[in-house]
């Protein structure tokens, strides 16, 4: 008798629009490497070049950009990827996280950068306010707060995935999670975006006008009033507070009597 062949395993990496596993390449390492490169040379060289700080900035906030695109794009097939947690779902907990990396440490970036370039002694004595410490504290901890809420519900299957991560899309950032609710629009989502996204702009504004107005040395970054970090507290807390509601699950649908199961 021929011997059957072993059932080969079955890949859970994710796969690209042909199909294939999703592989790290030579060519991301080398784009990340010449990216980091590129930021170094800009921020360095920009300050004897007569090239405005604000321009600097734009530039390094772009790299910066593409930086986590291809980190996404390797690890998960998808430019976006750096968006999708492990529900294969786009986490607004993530996007917000990602807009103030790329605004605060882009601009933290920036001036150390310009420092060096003007031949500072001391290029990275710059001052970051408390209330953007703790607006960065906020956004970090809703995001390691909200797998832990959800811990429960998923172990009991009641949060909703998807099966590929490709599945994943933008009204993930807007709907719910659980399977009793996740086609209708979560209303603690919209209102945490529109506070960040609100924050950020203004932050972004703040930070562009004092590199436009700069042309020496950097030593602090722009403060944040505190009641613009309270305000995103309690929309993250707003925001925490309706993932762990216990909510009751759909209905199964049963057999009716008068008719044939199946």
Do not use: C
Not at 112 to 119: D, T
Not at 166 to 193: C, I, W
């Amino acid at each position: 008798m021929t011997p059957t062949p072993a059932p080969q395993p079955v890949s859970k990496a994710p796969l690209t629009a042909s199909g294939q596993p999703v592989r790290w390449t030579r060519w991301h390492t080398a784009g990340q490497l010449a990216i980091l490169i590129l930021i170094g040379v800009v921020g360095v060289v920009a300050p004897n070049q007569n090239v405005s700080m604000l321009l600097t900035w734009i530039v390094i906030v772009a790299l910066m950009l593409m930086f986590l695109v291809i980190v996404g794009a390797g690890i998960t097939g998808r430019p976006q990827g750096l968006l999708i947690d492990e529900r294969n779902k786009m986490s607004l907990s993530r996007l917000q996280l990602v807009l103030w990396t790329l605004v605060i440490l882009s601009g933290l970036l920036t001036a150390a950068l310009s420092n060096i370039g003007r031949h500072s002694g001391d290029p990275l004595n710059i001052m970051v306010p408390t209330q953007v410490w703790v607006l960065m504290g906020i956004s970090t901890t809703s995001l390691i707060g909200s797998p832990l809420l959800k811990s429960n519900k998923m172990a009991g299957r009641q949060i909703e995935t998807r099966g590929d991560v490709h599945d994943a899309a933008v009204a993930d950032l807007f709907r719910g999670e659980e399977t009793s609710n996740f086609n209708v629009l979560d209303l603690a989502k919209v209102q945490m975006f529109f506070f960040t996204l609100a924050l950020v702009l203004a932050y972004a504004v703040e930070l562009g006008g004092q590199f436009a107005n700069s042309t020496g040395l950097i030593s602090m970054l722009p403060d944040i009033h505190p009641s613009m970090t309270t305000l995103l507290g309690i929309s993250h807390a707003g925001y925490l507070a309706n993932k762990a509601i216990p909510r009751n699950s759909p209905p199964q649908p049963t057999d009716s009597p008068d008719q044939p199961a199946g």
